[in-house]
């Protein structure tokens, strides 16, 4: 039987994403209710090897679950890769008796956390906290909801131009390594082609399709591309919508593309009501693992119900892109 939790430390960390806070809000909250001391690691494990660490109350989280970004700041810790890192940042939790730890963010910050419960035996919970949503047991992420629309809203309007002027657009959207916010964004705009790193869709494919739909005079006007898609498999350094853009145009010569880059403005924001509601059921549940004796995992929601992945295993393993989705993408834009 592991020992009691008594004081609670929460960070987020690597990529902010809109709902983080309303997690944090969730987690602070919970832990008062339940009698427990909790504190707030600023930016990331960064902020636990410096010592910038604060006592939090209920109000410190007042006002703050409709704001995007994250009130504890995140950062990405080249310190924290090393064991000597760790040693340091775990001394500053010891200091203060914290003693489990609500650790925010992606797949990177859970290896973090899972090497930290490893070593020194603190049991730890995370929440995936990622725009990306690729990560495994949980069919969604804080931020992707809240990213995805921005990108459907901003897509929208690029369509309203493309459709007056008859031309092709090429817009990029965020996701790092992961095709979600291109597969949910380009579904609910009705984009003629989607293009993410998870599916081999050659230029050869892509040109070969954008001619037969001219041929059935259908206008095609926007392609929608993940930042992760690599439009030629032997140069795999060559990613996005405006490589993809160049090989396209050497191949089709005469046709006119823009492209738009989204860029960031699909990471901030207010969350939508979905994050704010799935960061606020995870925050809870993250304090009644610790309490609970549920260490080690990751907090998700599967079919609406909460579910427990270990860190090893949610570190590991990718959400998959089903290939039912695929086919409603080819169907629906025929
Ligand atoms: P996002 O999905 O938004 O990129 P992430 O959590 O995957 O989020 P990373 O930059 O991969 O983002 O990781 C965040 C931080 O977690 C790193 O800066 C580092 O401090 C810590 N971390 C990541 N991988 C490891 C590792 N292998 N060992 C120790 N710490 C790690």
């Not at 004081?7 to 987020?12: E, P, Q, S, Y």
């Not at 970004?69 to 040693?87: H, P, Q, V, W």
């Not at 035996?121 to 990622?130: F, K, N, R, Y």
């Amino acid at each position: 039987m592991s020992a009691k939790v008594t004081k609670i430390g929460v960070l987020t960390s690597g990529g902010d994403s809109p709902g983080m806070n309303a997690a944090i809000r969730a987690v602070v909250r919970t832990s008062i209710y339940r009698g427990l001391d909790v504190f707030g690691i600023m930016r990331g494990y960064s902020g636990m090897i410096e010592d910038d660490i604060y006592q939090m109350n209920s109000r410190s989280v007042a006002n703050i679950i409709q704001r995007g970004g994250t009130i504890l700041k995140t950062a990405r810790s080249k310190d924290f890769y090393n064991e000597d890192g760790r040693k340091k940042a775990y001394a500053n939790l010891v200091k203060r008796g914290i003693d489990g730890l609500v650790v925010i963010g992606g797949d990177g910050s859970f290896t973090g956390a899972y090497k930290l419960s490893k070593e020194f035996g603190i049991p730890c919970i995370g929440l995936p906290g990622t725009i990306d949503k690729d990560l495994y047991g949980t069919d969604f992420t804080i931020g992707f909801d809240t990213a995805a629309n921005t990108a459907v809203q901003a897509i929208d309007k690029i369509r309203d131009t493309a459709e007056s002027h008859d031309r092709l657009f090429v817009v990029e959207v965020m996701g790092r390594h992961a095709g979600y916010i291109a597969l949910h964004s380009g579904i609910a705009t009705g984009a003629e082609n989607i293009l993410m790193p998870e599916v081999n869709t050659t230029l050869d494919d892509m040109v070969a399709s954008l001619s037969e739909q001219e041929k059935r005079k259908k206008l095609v006007n926007l392609v929608i591309v993940a930042e992760g898609y690599t439009p030629d498999p032997s140069q795999p350094h060559l990613k996005g919508a405006a490589e993809t853009t160049r090989l396209m145009e050497e191949r089709l010569k005469g046709l006119e593309i823009r492209v738009t880059i989204l860029g960031h403005i699909q990471r901030g924001g207010p969350p939508s009501c979905m994050d704010r509601f799935i960061a606020s059921r995870m925050g809870f549940h993250a304090v009644e693992c610790l309490i609970e004796g549920r260490h080690n995992v990751m907090v998700g929601i599967l079919h609406n119900n909460m579910h427990y992945t270990p860190l090893e295993i949610a570190i590991r393993e990718k959400q998959k892109i089903s290939e039912d989705w695929m086919n409603i993408v080819k169907i629906l834009a025929s």
